[in-house]
């Protein structure tokens, strides 16, 4: 028993700031219905050449992506050319048998499919649809292009992030799977609504507004003060030292919080350096943010005799914040993680057996799963056209045949 | 006044500073009751954080706090004592969910772990938020927001390239990453509600914020695993394009496929340059993309970050502009959004913040009220929980509740 179970979602999203929401109601037992066609695939399916490759994989055929399955896990796959009528009447079915809707297009492209909120909700009473895009479904911007980085720019992340001596950085990937987190958030809060009222609606989801809304403390430092916030590196306000710190090792780090004198007691016990309690520099808090590059520059010299662990370790044993600023392979090979499971194995028909993360939330009763991989292309046409809308298998082949089902 | 979507759902919040409460924010802003329990006389740590306005630090007078506590309520309450603890107890039996970041183990000693709580009240949800989770070996370690953000491997995948990649990992700007993972324990936490409306049965959720972090990253974090390769900072996260110089500050232009660099070429009138070998296609533009960016960098010197962007966007290529707080302040796309909300508060004066990144047709989010003052809405609390007034009194005079201002 998954907590979503019975719910059913028309997803006609592609790439992962789209996919990956519905990839996460899924873990959580909704059935997701992937509408896409080999005419347009989801870009994702093209990614295979950017991991995967080593174990022979190709941007050749669509089914070979890791990156695509991965945010794809759960979803059923359901090909039809939408820019054909038959193939728009069939989506329109589905989504008649659907409780959710969800697309990231651009402003004006559902609609121009016959599949917008106006028409689908005539299909569907009380059916609930989300469109996601980087502006918004209203505004001068609306029809803009854009890719996460662009999110995180646009959004004034990237002018919060980075040094005053730098370009701001091009932030990669978070902006674009964090938007889906947040969609799914909204499309449940519209599901809980429904259960009580019946009562569907339409979401306009901006993935530039979501990055704002997780900075939008800086928006109220502005209008309380005037200023105009700027990025501080690694560095923290009221913290000292407050960092990330060079480690044993090949680019191996650890980060280390310290926020008070008691926690600025211990470091110094634990790094064996008692006597920087004496030192006029470190004398108290306001020495210590004034003396900070000395004092970064003195904790690196610790650092860098051991590994970020064994850092990370000796401090935690102290009672100060310190975890290692992990990379991919010390993640996968981390003790704590591999006791919690969280690296999963999934046999994909195409990819073989590989390994991907387990949901990232441990429900006590109705635990989300990983019950299958990205679908292939038209992997489940049978099941959804077959059994969900009831055409004959005649149906079916006559609508392959006619090249709507590709 | 419309139905708000959360309407009527209970939510207990003993959080603090980032994480949690803005989980609790997402709940609050569509609708939820949330109780925020904080300790009377000291209150959540985000209180005793700026920025404040220019009279000065002030426990009712900070803009973090403000931000992050929108629409909810206040109760000043000690649980260190077996009256403050009744309370508290009265409160779970009232509550559709408890959201709590108490480090594991913390709500087992009070004798109130989850099958206790479970058997007071079968229907409540438990949603605890921990940096690494309620078992594994690094179940107690300590973090402060770049210790978190380090532990999902996100300060090392933050920035890359030549410049970031010769600096230490970085942490994002603000609380982006605290803030996202409240995202993350709200997706699960409203799936559980979900199942508790149709079933009557409450759960407990393990939130570890370093799996919702890296799941994030999840296509960077698994390639070890897969194919034993390490992701490293040296390469840029884009091969060329990213967020480049102009006249007024930097933009941010990703280009990645024929199509698009067909564009842009026609954008730029098809200069001299664009026709050279070296940039013939995808691959051979990644490969000189440093030459390629240089090229760029002097073609957009003459333009502003508004006219580049307008321009390009106008052929059809994803670029935006690295956007400050007064950029977004001043954007006719957000104004026409009505994306900040302003509101006038007795001792900040005017505040203004974003609103949530989307816009509901039928339970659009609401300003209900502001942050409330530490313990404001104690008494009121008791009430509905049955108390009288006598009693309330009485705990308000002992000490174990406490009402009104620091």
């Excluded at chain 2, 919040?13 to 109780?35: H, I, N």
């Excluded at chain 2, 496929?257 to 954008?267: H, I, M, N, S, T």
């Amino acid at each position: 028993m998954m907590p979503l179970q019975g719910v059913r979602i028309a997803d006609f999203t592609r790439d992962l700031a789209g996919a990956f929401c519905p990839c996460l109601l899924g873990l959580l037992g909704a059935e997701v219905i992937k509408i896409e066609s080999t005419l347009r695939p989801d870009p994702t399916r093209s990614l295979a050449r950017f991991f995967g490759w080593k174990r022979g994989l190709t941007m050749e055929g669509l089914d070979s992506s890791m990156e695509f399955c991965h945010v794809n896990l759960n979803k059923l796959g359901v090909t039809l050319d939408l820019t054909h009528p038959k193939g728009m009447e069939l989506a329109r079915r589905i989504v008649a048998v659907s409780d959710v809707a969800v697309d990231n297009f651009r402003p004006g492209v559902m609609k121009k499919l016959g599949l917008d909120y106006e028409v689908l909700s005539r299909v569907k009473p009380g059916l609930i649809m989300l469109s996601t895009c980087g502006w918004g479904a209203t505004g001068p911007e609306k029809s803009n292009a854009s890719y996460a980085p662009i999110f995180a720019t646009v959004g004034g992340l990237s002018q919060l992030t980075g040094y005053h001596d730098m370009p701001p950085p091009t932030v990669r990937t978070l902006p674009d799977a964090t938007a889906a987190g947040m969609a799914a958030f909204a499309i449940l809060t519209a599901l809980v609504h429904r259960q009580a009222t019946g009562e569907g609606q339409y979401i306009d989801f901006s993935s530039v507004e979501n990055i704002i809304s997780l900075v939008g403390d800086s928006v109220v430092e502005h209008s309380l003060t005037g200023v105009v916030p700027g990025p501080h590196g690694n560095r923290n306000e009221s913290m000292v030292p407050h960092g990330t710190y060079r480690c044993q090792g090949d680019d191996r780090w650890v980060s280390i919080a310290v926020a008070d004198g008691p926690e600025w007691q211990a470091v110094c016990h634990a790094v064996g350096h008692p006597e920087w309690l004496q030192d006029v520099r470190f004398s108290g808090h306001q020495e210590r943010l004034r003396n900070r590059e000395e004092l970064d520059r003195l904790v690196e010299e610790w650092t860098l005799g051991r590994s970020a662990e064994e850092a990370s370790a000796v401090l935690q044993g102290a009672g100060v914040a310190a975890v290692p600023a992990y990379n991919n392979d010390q993640l996968c090979q981390d003790p704590h993680l591999r006791e919690r499971e969280y690296f999963a194995q999934i046999e994909h028909p195409v990819i073989g057996k590989h390994t991907v993360l387990r949901p990232p939330w441990l429900l006590s009763e109705t635990p989300a799963q990983i019950t299958s991989p990205g679908p292939l292309m038209g992997e489940h046409n049978n099941y959804v056209l077959g059994e969900l809308l009831g055409l004959s298998s005649e149906e079916i082949e006559q609508l392959a045949a006619e090249k709507v089902l590709v | 006044m419309t139905r708000m979507a959360l309407q009527g759902v209970k939510v207990v919040e003993l959080c603090s500073l980032a994480a949690g409460p803005f989980c609790g924010k997402l709940l609050a802003d569509m609708g939820a009751e949330v109780v925020k329990v904080e300790v009377p006389g000291q209150g959540d740590p985000a209180r005793h954080r700026g920025p404040y306005p220019p009279s000065g630090p002030h426990p009712e007078a900070s803009g973090l706090f403000f931000y992050l506590n929108t629409n909810k309520q206040s109760l000043a309450l000690s649980l260190q004592h077996p009256e403050g603890k009744e309370v508290f107890i009265r409160l779970l039996k009232w509550a559709d969910m408890l959201l709590e970041d108490t480090p594991p183990g913390t709500l087992e000693s009070m004798g109130m772990g989850y099958p206790v709580l479970a058997k007071l009240n079968p229907r409540l949800i438990v949603t605890s938020i921990t940096p690494f989770g309620q078992t594994g070996p690094n179940k107690h370690h300590k973090v402060y927001p770049i210790n978190a953000f380090s532990a999902g491997g996100a300060t090392y995948l933050l920035a890359k390239g030549e410049g970031f990649g010769r600096r230490p990992p970085l942490q994002p700007g603000r609380y982006y990453g605290d803030c996202e993972s409240g995202v993350g324990a709200s997706v699960a936490t409203m799936a559980a509600l979900y199942w508790q409306r149709l079933t009557g049965k409450g759960q407990h959720i393990d939130c570890s914020r370093q799996e919702w972090t890296m799941g994030l990253n999840r296509w960077y974090i698994v390639r070890y695993a897969n194919d034993g390769d390490v992701e490293g900072r040296g390469a840029n996260s884009y091969p060329w394009g990213g967020v480049l110089p102009c006249k007024d500050g930097y933009i941010c232009l990703i280009c990645p496929r024929d199509y698009e660099w067909d564009r842009l070429v026609g954008a730029m009138d098809n200069p001299e340059w664009a026709s050279d070998e070296r940039f013939r296609d995808n691959f051979l533009r990644a490969q000189n993309g440093p030459a390629l960016n240089q090229l760029l960098s002097t073609w957009l010197k003459d333009y502003s970050k508004a006219d580049a962007c307008r321009l390009l966007q106008a052929a059809g290529v994803a670029a935006g502009p690295v956007n400050t707080v007064t950029d977004m302040l001043d954007s006719p796309q957000f104004q026409e959004r009505d994306l900040f909300i302003e509101a006038e508060h007795p001792i900040m004066g005017k505040v203004r913040f974003p609103r949530l990144p989307f816009k509901m047709s039928a339970t659009p989010a609401a300003l209900r009220r502001q942050a409330p003052a530490l313990g404001e809405d104690s008494r009121k609390v008791l009430s509905t929980l049955g108390y009288a007034q006598e009693e309330i009194d009485t705990l308000e005079a002992q000490g174990f509740i406490a009402g009104g201002a620091v």
